[in-house]
């Protein structure tokens, strides 16, 4: 039987057309900058995103890091949320590799962080504090319920950042589930950001690349850095060429993802055992609560697993589930009826 596979949209395999395209591609040296599969991919996004400039690289992870580090130095501070994805899962990375310092502040339910607290948290210049460069958003927010952050917002925060040397990053690694979610072009929510990063490989659904968006000058400095943290890569049309295609192919498609994540909702927060906040079902990621006391969070998985059904859970009571390119409505209707008949037995 198909495995019906919710436990990431990174588990996405690629298209038929990215396949035929990684065995077409015309490639280069992109360290020399030669790859024309890369360059096309690049001015592609950055025109996609409404920014000069745009960087191929590795991972989302490698994304965040080098714009991280393009807009600071050693020593220096950036605001971000406490659940964001940069502080929580990316090893501490912008600490290891750039000395910088996260200032964390909380992240309310809906992914926001509060303006008043922001504007309180920038460090005035004196020699006992560390300098405020940057402030970071992640959009959708993976933890708070795969929200997505509303350009009111963001403009707001890049409002706060004006006249005092501070930059704005958006971690836009589902930033189309974000644009799509919200009907609004991808370009417009970004317009305020001065960088913004995104993956080719979640939902979009490329085997590999994120690329990172934001002025020319940006991007050269972004360039060296990548260099450093060894991210430069030859023949990167390979990955390129697939990203290519999802820009064209898979965007307007992640509708149908959030249409699976809501009827799983609403099949879930019928079942006996299971809840689900419908209140915070917004883009393609579903958090389950697990109160049936006679079963383990554990014991659910593996029994799921056993059936074809994977998904992760992420503390003893507590499931998820991301809807992606290859599950579809008809799967969504088996993971409901294979749920129902272990939670009424
Ligand atoms: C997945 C993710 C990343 C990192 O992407 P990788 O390609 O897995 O390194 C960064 N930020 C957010 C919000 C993510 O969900």
């Known amino acids: 039987m198909k495995v019906i596979d919710l436990r990431s949209d990174t588990v996405t ?32 996004a950055a025109d996609v995103m409404g920014k000069e400039a745009a960087l ?7 994304a965040n890091l080098v714009s991280i580090l393009t807009h600071c130095q050693r020593g220096d501070e ?13 090893a501490g990375g912008i600490s290891a590799y750039g000395g910088i310092h996260p200032h964390t502040l909380e992240n309310r339910p809906d992914g926001t962080i509060d303006l008043s607290e922001m504007e309180a948290a920038v460090r005035l210049d004196n020699v006992h504090f560390p300098r405020t460069k940057l402030i970071c958003l992640e959009n959708t927010h993976n933890v708070c319920h795969g929200i997505p952050l509303t350009k009111a917002y963001m403009d707001d925060v890049a409002d706060l950042t004006h006249g005092r040397g501070i930059s704005l990053h958006i971690d836009g690694a589902r930033i189309f589930n974000a644009a799509v979610a919200l ?14 990063s995104f993956c080719l490989s979640k939902g979009l659904s490329a085997p590999v690349g994120s690329l990172v968006c934001g002025t020319e000058l940006f991007i050269r400095k972004a360039r060296r850095v990548r260099k450093g943290l060894g991210g430069g890569m030859r023949q990167a049309g390979i990955i390129a060429a697939s990203g290519l295609v999802a820009l064209d192919e898979t965007v307007e498609r992640l509708a149908e993802d959030h249409a699976n994540v809501r009827r799983l909702a609403q ?33 659910v998985v593996t029994t799921m697993e056993a059936e074809d059904i994977r998904f992760l859970t992420i503390s003893p009571d507590r499931f998820r589930m991301v809807t992606n390119r290859g599950v579809d409505a008809k799967d969504i209707e088996r993971v409901l009826s294979v749920l129902n008949n272990y939670f009424s037995s």
């Open 267 to 299: 099949g879930i927060d019928i079942i006996v055992g299971l809840t689900v906040d419908l209140n915070q079902v917004y883009t393609n990621i579903l958090y389950i609560d697990l109160v049936d006391d006679s079963k383990t969070a554990q014991e």
């Open 13 to 44: 395999l690629p298209t038929d057309a990215m396949r035929q395209a990684i065995f077409d591609a015309e490639l280069g040296d992109d360290v020399f900058e030669d790859d024309p599969t890369v360059n096309r991919l690049e001015g592609e």
């Open 78 to 90: 950036i605001i971000l949320g406490d659940k964001a994805h940069t502080f929580l899962y990316e």
């Open 183 to 196: 009907g609004e072009d991808v370009k417009t929510l970004v317009t305020n950001a001065d960088s913004v």
């Open 56 to 62: 191929l690289v590795p991972s989302g992870t490698m």
